[in-house]
RNA sequence: GCCGAUGUGGCUCAGUGGUAGAGCACUCGAUUCGUAAUCGAGCGGUCGCGGGUUCAAAUCCCGCCAUCGGCUCCA
C-alpha cells in the first residue's frame, strides 16, 4: 500500500525524523484533536461572531469548520494561532463530563450553537462534553490529551482557510474551514515543511512544464491539455506497450467516433444520469442532436451488435484509446489529474456468464502486470466501488448488482488483493474495482478500473447464440488499466519526480560534442541510434561542457555521451548516466547494444 | 458550481497612484572549450480581459476569464 508521498522520499532523512500519521499513533491523535478545539476556543474569543461545527484530526494535522459571517484572512489567521498559542500556555485541563441529553440540549441552546444542536440529535448516549478550562467547552467523544501542556506551542502552523459545506452537503451552508498541522516537536514540523515544499518541486504541474511535456492554453479552454513532441513521445510509448499487451492477451482494437446520436445515449442511460457532465447538445432537437462522447461503451456495444455473435466468439474484447469529453464542474479542473477531454485505454469484454469470473481475473491480472511495468506495482489501493442501496441514482435490477458485486469480491477474494470498500463509489450501471493512487500533495485518484455490467447488455438488448441454440444475453467487462492516459502520465511524473525511466524518457539519449568540429560525428552516431529506434538528439548549443551538461541533466535526459577528438578517434562514445554519472570511454557499438538491450527490457543503460 | 487567494516579457519573480525592472531563456559578437552555469551586447511586456474612479491606474473600484488551495461532484 502507498504510504504518503507527502511523506516517502528522502530516505537519508526519512530514517532519522518519522512523520507518523495521525491513523498510525494514539498520541497523535489526542495531540492534533485537542489542537482544532485550542483552535475552535481561540477563534471563539477573538470572533464571538464565529459558530462552532465539527472539528476532526486528520492525516497530518486537523481541521475546525466555523459558520462566520466574514471571511477569515492571512492575518486571522496569525492572530488565531497567537491566541492559541497562549491558551496553550495556560496548560488548560481538558475535563470529560458526561450528561444527560436535555441537560446537553439546555447548555447548548444557551450558548445559542444551533449546528452544535444538530449533531446532538444525531448522538448516541452517553452525551459527552470536554471542558477546555473554565469557561470554554465542545461537545466531544474525545479523547484528548490531559492538560494543553501536552501540546507544543511550536509544534503547529495554521495552514489555509477553505470553504466546506455544513455536513458535506452543497445543499447546506457554506462553512469556513481552518487547516492546522501539529507535531510532537518543533523538529517534526520543521521536516513536514520541508517536505511539503519537496513535493511541490514533484507537483506535474511543475515538471511537466519544465520539461516541456505539455500545455493548456486560454485559448483553447481550460482541462484540455495540448501534447508537445515530448510528451506526445511519452504517450506512445505508454500506448504502444499496453497495446502489445493487449494484442497478447486477445484484445481486437476498434476506433470510434468521438460524437454520435443523442438516442445512443438514451438507450445507455447517460442522456438521463449522466446529462450534466456531457458538453451541450449539437442540433436544435434531441431527436436530430449529437453529443461528443463521455465514453466509449455505447460504441463498441454497436460493433457488437452489428452481427449475429456464437458462443464460439466469446469473449469478445473491443480495444480503444478512445479520447472522450466530460463537462467537469469549473473548480474541479486541475493540471493532468482532472480535465475535460483525455483519453481511456478502454476496452469491452462481451462474455458469457460462465466465462465472467475467469475473464475478471485475466483483466485484473493484465491491470497488475502493466502497473508492475511501470514500477507501480505496489504503489495503489484496490477499492471495491460498490453501490450504495439508499439510492437512486443507479440503473438496472437489485439482482443484476448483486451478481455483479459478487463477481469482484470473489475475484479480490481469490486473489488474495488487499482491498477496501467505497460504498457509493460505483458507476451508475455497475459496481467497479478501482485503483486508488495518491500524487505528490498525498491526494487520491483513480487510475485504472475494472467494471462488471449486466445493465447495458439489457438496455441494449445484446445477445448470442449459446451451444444449444437458445439465444443468451452477454455480460460486459468494461476495464481501462491506465484509466486515461491524462492522470496516468501526471501520476507517472510525481511518482518518478520526471526521471523516466530509460525505456519512457521522451529523449533517452543526448550526444554533447565538445566543439563544433565534433557535431558531425555526434550527427553520425544519433543517425544509427534512431535507426534503431533509439531515441536520440544532438545538443547543438554551442555552449561549454558543463553547461551541456548541466541542461541535460535538468533536462533529465537518462544517458549523455561526450564526444570530442579522443571519441573520434577511436570511435567512441564517453558516456554519463544520470543514475550513475561518469562511466569512461566505450566503442559505439557496445553503447548501441547495451542501450538497445536497456530499452527492450525496461531496464537502465 | 461554491468559499478564499492569485494573475507583470517564453520561465521564475520584484515593483501598491506619477510615463515598466531583474535573473534565466532567446538573438548577435567574442571565446573552440572534456563532465552541473564563459564573457559582452541586443531583442522582448497595451502589467489576464472589459468597464469605471482620477489630471494621472500594473497599483483603487466593479464585472468577466484563467490558475491555485479546499468543498461539492466524479463512468
Redesign the pocket.
Same mark, same amino acid.
Given at each position: 500500500m502507498s504510504q504518503s508521498n507527502v511523506v516517502a522520499p528522502p530516505a537519508e532523512t526519512a530514517e532519522k525524523i518519522h512523520l507518523p500519521r495521525t491513523s498510525e499513533s494514539d498520541t497523535l491523535k489526542r495531540i492534533r484533536h485537542t489542537f482544532s478545539h485550542v483552535m475552535a476556543m481561540a477563534v471563539q474569543k477573538l470572533f464571538p461572531k464565529a459558530q462552532v461545527t465539527i472539528g476532526p484530526w486528520i492525516e497530518y494535522g486537523f481541521y475546525y469548520d466555523f459558520d462566520h459571517p466574514e471571511?477569515f484572512?492571512e492575518k486571522d489567521l496569525k492572530a488565531i494561532k497567537k491566541e492559541m498559542i497562549k491558551i496553550i500556555n495556560k496548560g488548560l485541563p481538558l475535563e470529560r463530563e458526561e450528561v444527560s441529553r436535555e441537560e446537553a440540549q439546555r447548555r447548548i441552546e444557551k450558548l445559542q450553537e444551533p449546528y452544535k444542536l444538530e449533531i446532538l440529535a444525531g448522538l448516541q448516549d452517553p452525551i459527552t462534553l470536554y471542558h477546555l478550562g473554565e469557561d470554554w467547552w465542545d461537545l466531544c467523544a474525545g479523547p484528548h490529551v490531559e492538560t494543553t501542556k501536552a501540546l507544543h506551542p511550536k509544534a503547529f502552523d495554521l495552514e &489555509?482557510?477553505? #470553504?466546506?459545506?455544513w455536513r458535506?452537503?452543497?445543499n447546506n451552508a457554506?462553512l469556513?474551514?481552518i487547516?492546522g498541522t501539529a507535531w510532537e516537536t518543533p523538529e517534526q514540523l520543521t521536516e513536514y515543511k520541508r517536505r511539503r515544499e519537496e513535493a511541490k518541486k514533484r507537483?506535474h504541474?511543475r515538471l511537466g !512544464?519544465e520539461l516541456g511535456l505539455f500545455i493548456?492554453a486560454?485559448e483553447v #479552454?481550460?482541462?484540455l491539455p495540448l501534447w508537445t513532441p515530448k510528451g506526445t513521445l511519452l504517450r506512445s510509448t505508454l500506448e504502444d506497450f499496453l497495446k502489445q499487451e493487449q494484442v497478447k492477451r486477445g484484445y481486437q482494437p476498434v476506433v470510434t467516433p468521438h460524437i454520435g446520436r443523442v438516442d445512443l445515449f438514451k438507450t445507455s442511460g447517460?442522456w438521463q444520469k449522466?446529462r450534466e457532465?456531457?458538453f451541450p447538445m449539437m442540433g436544435d432537437s434531441e431527436d436530430e442532436g449529437f453529443v461528443l462522447k463521455?465514453?466509449n461503451c455505447p460504441f463498441h456495444i454497436q460493433i457488437y451488435k452489428s452481427s449475429l455473435r456464437s458462443y464460439r466468439e466469446l469473449p469478445l474484447r473491443l480495444a480503444e484509446f478512445g479520447t472522450?469529453y466530460?463537462y467537469?464542474?469549473?473548480?474541479?479542473?486541475?493540471?493532468l489529474t482532472?480535465v475535460r477531454g483525455f483519453t481511456q485505454d478502454d476496452a469491452h469484454l462481451f462474455v458469457t456468464p460462465e466465462q465472467l469470473d475467469d475473464e475478471f481475473l485475466k483483466v485484473v491480472d493484465l491491470i497488475q502486470s502493466v502497473f508492475n511495468a511501470l514500477q507501480l506495482g505496489d504503489a495503489f489501493r484496490a477499492r471495491l466501488s460498490f453501490r450504495d442501496p439508499d439510492s437512486d441514482?443507479y440503473i438496472g435490477s437489485d439482482d443484476a448488482w448483486e451478481k455483479s458485486q459478487s463477481a469482484i469480491r470473489r475475484a479480490v477474494e481469490h486473489l488474495g488483493m488487499n482491498h477496501f470498500e467505497g460504498i457509493g463509489?460505483?458507476?451508475?450501471y455497475g459496481p467497479?474495482l478501482d485503483f486508488i493512487f495518491t500524487d505528490a500533495?498525498d491526494?487520491e485518484w483513480?487510475l485504472g478500473?475494472v467494471q462488471v455490467d449486466y445493465n447495458l447488455p439489457e438496455r441494449f438488448g445484446l445477445e448470442y447464440v449459446a451451444e444449444d441454440g437458445s439465444r443468451q444475453r452477454p455480460v460486459m467487462i468494461?476495464r481501462a488499466p491506465f484509466g486515461s492516459l491524462e492522470r496516468l502520465i501526471g501520476i507517472l511524473i510525481e511518482e518518478y519526480a520526471g526521471d523516466f525511466p530509460l525505456w519512457l524518457a521522451p529523449t533517452q539519449v543526448r550526444l554533447l560534442p565538445?566543439?563544433?568540429?565534433h557535431v558531425a560525428y555526434a550527427q553520425q552516431v544519433v543517425d544509427q541510434l534512431r535507426l534503431q529506434g533509439v531515441r536520440a538528439e544532438v545538443d547543438l &548549443? #554551442?555552449?561549454?561542457?558543463? !553547461?551541456m551538461?548541466?541542461n541535460s541533466?535538468?533536462g533529465k535526459i537518462p544517458v549523455?555521451a561526450?564526444?570530442?577528438? !579522443?571519441?573520434l578517434e577511436s570511435n567512441s562514445l564517453?558516456v554519463?548516466t544520470?543514475a550513475q #554519472?561518469?562511466l569512461g570511454?566505450l566503442p559505439v557499438d557496445e553503447v548501441m547494444t547495451r542501450i538497445g538491450d536497456a530499452i527492450a527490457s525496461h531496464g537502465s543503460f
Open positions: 471571511p484572512t &489555509s482557510v477553505a #470553504g466546506a459545506y458535506g452537503d452543497a457554506q469556513q474551514r487547516y507537483d504541474r !512544464k493548456f486560454d #479552454g481550460p482541462g447517460h449522466y457532465d456531457l463521455a465514453m472522450v466530460r467537469e464542474q469549473s473548480g474541479e479542473l486541475g493540471g482532472r441514482k463509489e460505483a458507476a451508475f467497479k500533495l491526494r483513480q478500473t468494461h565538445v566543439t563544433e568540429s &548549443s #554551442g555552449d561549454r561542457m558543463g !553547461k551538461i548541466r541533466e535538468k549523455m561526450v564526444v570530442g577528438d !579522443k571519441e564517453s554519463r544520470r #554519472g561518469e570511454a
